[in-house]
């Protein structure tokens, strides 16, 4: 079984658009099993048409809790709190649970133990199933930390499953940037596709996302989205590319039937068979070889 | 006025929009008394604003997190620091105490429960933060995460810390937010007076749009105005929430090849297309209008 992540380092540069396309085209083969690793804003499923078999309690991190009749108004917590989470009273003070990083340092520090720690649900996963095979994918709830731990646990679930129903291929779905829901989307990938636009960010962000993918030893391929936007841009990618050893496996052209596509709930080499659509073919044709090559 | 600029999904033109506010004002500044502005690109996975606004970088600051360092002078192995810390970043075996640099939050907690005094803490550094001018004129800061390093939170909060100054209310800060909805974007967003939200019509831009704007206002209690980028394309979706949310949209850009071309390059909006200034000196009114100044 091979699992392939689909990232970008800047944001929407097409990464669900080409993930839910490759789950398409994949799944015609072989048995394919998906996972959304954007697990703050997790698109794949608006594509996928999923139908929930399963819904699961994601227990994030812990947040401390004053019990305003025990807390003397002391000020320690304020005090040794470097996360700003306190809000200090003249009777009693509070915690500010957006702000709370869960470290229990003022749970510890407490003269009065007037502070309690209180794990929170921070979200939901959910297994689905879709026409291409096995969705994984998940809610993180507004505001929450820990998305890397629901990243973790959300591919965990899809590798155990590809695994025992002895599917060919894992497509993770990617977040934007290269920090931590980042890091644990690439974990254990056999490969990475980076999704880039033919702008001065879109080059920018690639070379920081292929930093990362470099640092963690994963192995990347360049898909070129939007690729006739803008073509002193498409060199430079190219040339960067060269330079770094890294194999640019597509041109996607800029075209509105991949909005379109989107409108529709569909992956868009379902909805049309145009220039986008074979260019995306020929794209996971070359992925294929190099994944099993 | 400090003024957070977001969006849930990437790619949507949150960093197009601050970018042009942020010279279409400044330009506009005749003398002492208007809002000096300043500009904090805040999303420290990928930093793009200064493609487009060409900074000169005057002083630059490492930073990072505060991490145990033990005086094995001192050390009795007791184990106290491994069981307060609830990150799993220390360990204590036999007679070795294991840090995990990469798990530490910088909560201090492990060396104020040292009964021994043997803890002390150093800066791991994870990131740097930049400060500078650029035409405009307007002040520039920016926090570049470490290529490999899993955590911006503490470059955003380092950031804003020393880059806001205590007179924030006489100046427009413009906060670039990273997209998402979990930690990083509410660090960005915590303390804003107005948080503008950058969407695209389109349902991606609405999925998250939904959930930005839940973690702008459910979360953190911070009033939400909204742009629409891109119009024209997609569909009715977008509108149909903002008018049955109350969310007011402050303006609408056009879908138009002109402006992805000139994003392409690196080149802002006013200056390419220059009946786009006053647009955005307007939006500067509505934006101080609906945040009640």
């Known amino acids: 079984m091979k699992q392939l992540v689909i990232l970008s380092g800047k944001g929407g540069t097409g990464k669900t658009s080409v993930a839910a396309a490759l789950a398409h085209l994949a799944s015609q083969e072989a048995a394919t099993v998906m996972a959304d690793a954007d697990v703050d804003a997790a698109n794949l499923e608006l594509v996928l048409a999923p139908t929930r078999l399963e819904e699961h309690v994601f227990m994030g991190g812990q947040v401390a809790i004053v019990d305003a009749q025990a807390c003397t108004a002391c000020d320690r917590c304020a005090e040794v709190c470097r996360f700003d989470a306190v809000i200090p009273g003249d009777e009693s003070y509070a915690v500010d649970t957006s702000a709370c990083e869960g470290c229990a340092s003022c749970f510890y520090q407490c003269p009065a133990d007037a502070i309690r720690m209180e794990e929170q649900q921070a979200g939901q996963w959910y297994r689905s199933r879709t026409r291409f095979g096995p969705l994984f994918h998940a809610h993180l709830f507004a505001g929450q930390e820990n998305s890397g731990k629901l990243v973790t646990l959300v591919k965990q679930q899809a590798r155990l499953l590809a695994l025992d129903t002895g599917a060919r291929l894992l497509i993770v779905d990617g977040p934007p940037g290269i920090g931590c829901p980042v890091i644990s989307a690439s974990a254990g990938a056999d490969l990475a596709l980076l999704v880039v636009e033919p702008t001065v960010s879109g080059v920018h962000d690639l070379e920081r996302i292929l930093g990362t993918t470099e640092h963690f030893g994963v192995p990347a391929l360049v898909l070129i989205n939007k690729a006739d936007l803008n073509a002193r841009q498409v060199q430079e990618i190219e040339a960067f590319c060269a330079s770094r050893g890294v194999r640019v496996v597509g041109h996607v052209p800029f075209d509105i039937v991949v909005t379109e596509a989107m409108v529709h709930g569909q992956p868009v080499t379902v909805h049309t068979n145009g220039a986008v659509s074979s260019e995306l073919r020929l794209t996971w044709q070359r992925i294929r070889g190099l994944l099993w090559e | ?293």
């Open chain 2, 1 to 293: 006025m400090i003024l957070a600029v977001a969006s849930g999904k990437g790619g949507t033109g949150k960093t197009t929009v601050a970018v042009n506010l942020a010279l279409a004002v400044s330009s506009q500044r005749t003398n002492q008394s208007d809002a000096e502005v300043i500009f904090l690109d805040c999303d420290v996975e990928a930093p793009n604003g200064a493609l487009f606004l060409h900074p000169t970088i005057e002083r630059r600051q490492e930073v990072g997190l505060l991490i145990p360092e033990v005086d094995f002078a001192k050390c009795t192995y007791c184990g106290r620091c491994a069981e307060v810390c609830q990150y799993s970043a220390i360990a204590v075996v036999q007679r070795k105490v294991l840090i995990f640099a990469e798990l530490c939050h910088g909560c201090g907690s492990c060396a104020l429960n040292c009964a021994e005094g043997a803890i002390r803490e150093k800066l791991r550094v994870s990131g740097v933060i930049e400060q500078g001018l650029a035409r405009g004129p307007m002040r520039f800061a920016q926090g570049v995460l470490n290529v490999g390093e899993a955590m911006s939170v503490p470059v955003i909060r380092q950031l804003k810390q020393r880059a806001i100054p205590h007179d924030a209310h006489r100046c427009l800060v413009i906060l670039d937010a990273p997209p998402g909805t979990s930690c990083p974007v509410v660090e960005t967003m915590r303390g804003a007076d107005l948080v503008l939200m950058v969407t695209e019509p389109t349902p991606f831009g609405l999925h998250d749009l939904r959930l930005a704007v839940e973690v702008a206002r459910e979360e953190l209690g911070l009033p939400v105005a909204v742009v629409i980028n891109q119009d024209g394309v997609g569909d009715e979706g977008v509108d149909r929430y903002c008018q049955s949310e109350g969310l007011r949209v402050l303006m609408r850009i056009p879908m138009d090849r002109r402006i992805a071309e000139a994003y392409a390059e690196g080149r802002p909006m006013v200056e390419v297309l220059p009946e786009y200034r006053q647009r955005f000196v307007d939006l500067y009114r509505r934006i101080m209008e609906a945040a009640g100044r």
